[in-house]
């Protein structure tokens, strides 16, 4: 089988299909990228999935040739990316563009979706193929729902396999790929396919928004959204996850998956307003830190921040809508002095998206001589950092936790004052108020 577009979604999904015994021809049209793969090199940091990569490499290749892929592989993973375009609209051209290569290549074929596409976009695809007399390449849609730093166990150990089919022996042929996979596979028409995966991020990223305006809420009335969350979870209806409030939802899925539908609903004459409202609390969310910290160290000309973590999320190198970005040049805006650091980001290396910050090379380094520091990505290093080190090189005592994951009374013990999102201050060296429905 084949694999076109060896980003994230691609190179996860090749690497665990010859992991689970067949053979993968992968193309992308980067050839340093094709090069780098040859040689054996991962270019994206995912857990686990260098290792899984060498244990398969005699049944994976890579190529840039349309014509050699043709030659060695029958069902084509179409794993392209789907920017949004400037009306909002996911942006098709490298769907398109792929179908076309394909099509000037004979023989049977069998193309399947992994690309998150508007739906519609499969009956377009097999109409356009109807009409320029190909009817030799089927088409299935197979939408992914791996996240990153956690896509090796997505992909090998999904909730659910979704198989949108036109032919039912197309979707069997897909099926039989991922057999040795536990899980419930669901059977379905590819506009419901499509439109599972759009309806499963939304969803998610409406949960994520609810929870921020719970906890907006919370603050305004002296509650716990920590609790509250934990209290809403254990109802079965609801469960446990993605009810972390925080400074929003980041990523290459989330915010342009949810715009897309919203933007798809639009173009079917449909206002989706539930989704308007998810978006703008996610944008606004982001905003609200730096009310924060003017709350505690006033007019922020002049004053210095430090930002602890920059990646949208912990154990990813993926900067893409991270949060990190709009705060910085909010902060840079207000005239605040800005240092930061995460582990994926080295001094230097991302200048275009932090202009004017200064990366430093460790965490303490960022907040040497800070008068207030942000968590704004909870990975494990900056979570667990010594805070009686921080508060001895930070100048002020504000530590803002964007993610609500500190031990507030392991901070405030060592002096700071830790304002969460949805929680009351904690005042440094008092012991911690907080309900604890455990
Ligand atoms: C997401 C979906 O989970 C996945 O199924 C889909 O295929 C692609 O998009 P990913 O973008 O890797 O995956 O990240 P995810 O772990 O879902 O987190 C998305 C964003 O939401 C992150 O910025 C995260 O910090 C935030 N988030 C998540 C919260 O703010 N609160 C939560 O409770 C959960």
């Known amino acids: ?19 689970l015994g067949h053979r993968v021809v992968c193309l992308d049209v980067d050839e340093a990228k094709v090069a780098a793969l040859e040689a054996g090199r991962v270019p994206i940091y995912e857990p686990g999935l260098e290792d899984l990569m060498a244990g398969a490499a005699a049944r994976l290749s890579f190529t840039t040739s349309y014509d050699e892929l043709c030659r060695q592989a029958r069902i084509l993973f179409i794993a392209v990316d789907t920017p949004p375009s400037p009306s909002g609209d996911a942006d098709l051209s490298r769907v398109q563009a ?25 009956d377009r695809i097999t109409a356009e193929l109807e009409a320029a007399g190909h009817p030799g390449l089927g088409y299935v849609s197979n939408p992914e729902f791996l996240r990153e730093g956690a896509a090796v166990d997505d992909v090998l150990h999904p909730d659910r396999i979704v198989i949108g089919a036109y032919r039912e022996a197309d979707g069997d042929e ?5 057999a040795d996979i536990e899980t419930t596979v669901v059977r379905t028409t590819v506009p419901t396919a499509e439109m599972i995966k759009y309806a499963s991020n939304a969803f998610l990223a409406t949960k994520i928004s609810f929870i921020n305006e719970i906890a907006n809420v919370c603050e305004a009335v002296g509650a716990d959204v920590r609790a509250v969350a934990d209290g809403m979870g254990l109802d079965h209806r609801i469960g446990p996850h993605f009810l972390q409030a925080g400074i929003g939802y980041g990523g290459s899925c989330f915010p342009k998956d949810v715009q897309a539908l919203k933007q798809l609903a639009g173009n079917s004459g449909y206002h989706f307003q539930l989704l308007n409202a998810v978006i703008e609390v996610n944008h606004l969310q982001k ?25 949208f999320k912990p154990h990813t190198d993926d900067m893409r809508e991270a949060a990190s970005i709009v705060l910085a040049a909010r902060l840079r805006d207000e005239g605040a002095r800005v240092s930061a650091y995460d582990p994926m980001v080295p001094p230097g290396s991302r200048d275009d998206l932090f202009p004017g910050i200064e990366i430093a090379r460790t965490a303490l380094e960022a907040l040497d001589g800070a008068d207030a520091a942000v968590l704004v990505t909870e990975w494990p290093e900056l979570v667990g950092l010594d805070w009686a080190v ?30 969460g999102i949805g929680t009351a201050d904690q005042p440094a060296g008092e012991p911690v108020a907080s309900d604890d429905v455990r």
Do not use: Q
């Not at 076109?4 to 090749?14: D, E, F, N, S």
């Not at 992994?114 to 976009?121: E, F, I, N, Q, W």
């Not at 921080?390 to 500190?406: E, F, P, T």
């Open 1 to 19: 089988m084949g694999v076109i577009g060896v980003g994230y979604v691609g190179l996860v999904t090749a690497v665990c299909i010859a992991h």
């Open 98 to 122: 792929v179908v076309r290569e394909v099509r000037r290549h004979d023989g049977e074929r069998l193309l399947v979706m992994k690309s998150t596409v508007p739906v519609g976009t499969g």
């Open 174 to 178: 897909v099926a039989a790929l991922f």
């Open 287 to 311: 905003r609200r830190v730096v009310g924060k910290l003017k709350d505690r160290l006033g007019a922020l000309r002049g004053r210095h921040v430090a930002l602890l973590g920059l990646t």
């Open 390 to 419: 921080v508060r001895d090189r930070m100048r002020g005592r504000h530590v803002i936790d964007g993610r609500n994951v500190l031990d507030a009374a392991r901070v405030a013990a060592a002096g700071l004052v830790v304002t």
